[in-house]
Structure formats: C-alpha cells, structure tokens
C-alpha cells in the first residue's frame, strides 16, 4: 500500500510529492510544467556544445586521417595532420548542428504538449508518510483531502509546541493568554479533522 510519482494525479518536484486536485481543471503535466525545471532535469540536461564540438572533433579527425593513411596512401606527417585538422573542423561543425537540431525538436515536442502557465498552477503536497500509508487506489482528491488536513494538524500542533515556549515577561497577559486560546483552537478543530485520517492510515492519533 503506497503511492508515488507513477500515481495518475501526482507528480515529483525536487524531492516533493504533489498531487493535482481535480477541481483545479488542469493536468499533471501542464502543472509541473507551471513550476519550472527542477534540479534533476537541470542535471540531465544533456552534455554542452562545446562537449558536442570535442567529440565530433575527435571522431571527424580520426576518421578523416585513417581514410588518409589506409584508403589515400598518404604517408607524409605534415599532409595527415592536415587532413586530421581538417576533418577535426568538419566533425565539430557536424556535431554542434546534429546538437541543435535535437534540442530544437525537443523544446518543439515540449511546447506542443504542455501549454504554457503564467504562474504555478494549483497543487497539495503530499508527505511522503502519507504517501506512503495511503492505499494504491485512492484517488487524487482522496490524497489531497488526506494531506492536507494531516499538515493542517502538524502545523497547529507545531503553532502550539513553539508558541507555548516563547518568554511572555514582557507582554500583556491578556495578549499572551488570548494568543495561547487562539493556537489551542486550531490544534483542537485542526485535531478533530485529523483523527479519521489517522485512523485510516495507521498512523498515531492526536
């Protein structure tokens, strides 16, 4: 029982777990689309030109020379580094354009599939224990009702832990008292939410 990224309405952005609520009338692509390339992507993003230029290069050189030793009958040492030169430039200049021509399609293929956002689109993160607990059927908006009323308690909670610890000597008593009510509120209505969610996940309850 466990959900990830292979999950119809979720998606993986820089070690996050999103799901696209239905309501939000736009697709998993088009979403993740709307946040921008994340560092993997960054990093697959393939060798450079001048990587492309160094290899075609080498490639168009030592072919060009071999053809010249073996096929041509070329034996003098200046003559086969000139053709080596020669065959270098013509294998650079052969790379960098097959590189160009691919990316090209690449961004042609991108921008014909996913239409482009002007800002981040509506998204729920979802914890990765939720994730995790949650069964291989649920639904996307089981998944966000799940995650968010789960991280609506772990901030209420976290709001009370934090706020409770902080040095009241030199506030109004009647401030701190009525900032103490308001953050126990929201533990109690964020905790009474979250009990069903943690019954169904297994998780422990409030």
């Known amino acids: 029982m466990s959900v990830d990224a292979r999950h119809p309405s979720c998606f993986e952005f820089e070690g996050r777990l999103y799901v696209v609520p239905s309501w939000s009338g736009h697709g998993v692509a088009e979403t993740r689309h709307s946040l921008g390339a994340d560092e993997s992507t960054k990093r697959r993003g393939g060798a450079g030109p001048a990587r492309w230029a160094g290899l075609g290069a080498l490639v168009g050189g030592s072919f060009l020379g071999g053809v010249a030793a073996t096929v041509w009958r070329v034996d003098g040492l200046w003559a086969l580094l000139l053709i080596f030169v020669l065959g270098a430039g013509v294998g650079a200049v052969l790379a960098v354009g097959t590189r160009t021509i691919f990316r090209e399609g690449d961004a042609a293929d991108e921008t014909t599939t996913v239409r482009p956002a002007t800002g981040p689109l509506p998204r729920v993160e979802v914890p990765w224990d939720?994730?995790?607990?949650?069964?291989?059927?649920?639904?996307?908006?089981?998944?966000?009702?799940?995650?968010?009323?789960?991280?609506r308690y772990r901030e209420a909670r976290e709001a009370l832990v934090a706020g409770g610890g902080d040095d009241d000597r030199f506030t109004d008593p009647r401030?701190?008292?009525?900032?103490?009510?308001?953050?126990?509120?929201?533990?109690?209505?964020?905790?009474?939410?979250?009990?069903?969610?943690?019954?169904?996940?297994?998780?422990?309850?409030?």
């Open 130 to 151: 939720v994730a995790r607990a949650a069964p291989e059927d649920s639904t996307g908006d089981e998944l966000v009702l799940w995650s968010t009323l789960t991280s």
């Open 175 to 206: 401030e701190a008292g009525a900032r103490i009510a308001e953050w126990e509120s929201a533990y109690r209505t964020a905790s009474r939410d979250y009990e069903p969610v943690a019954r169904l996940l297994g998780f422990p309850l409030p």
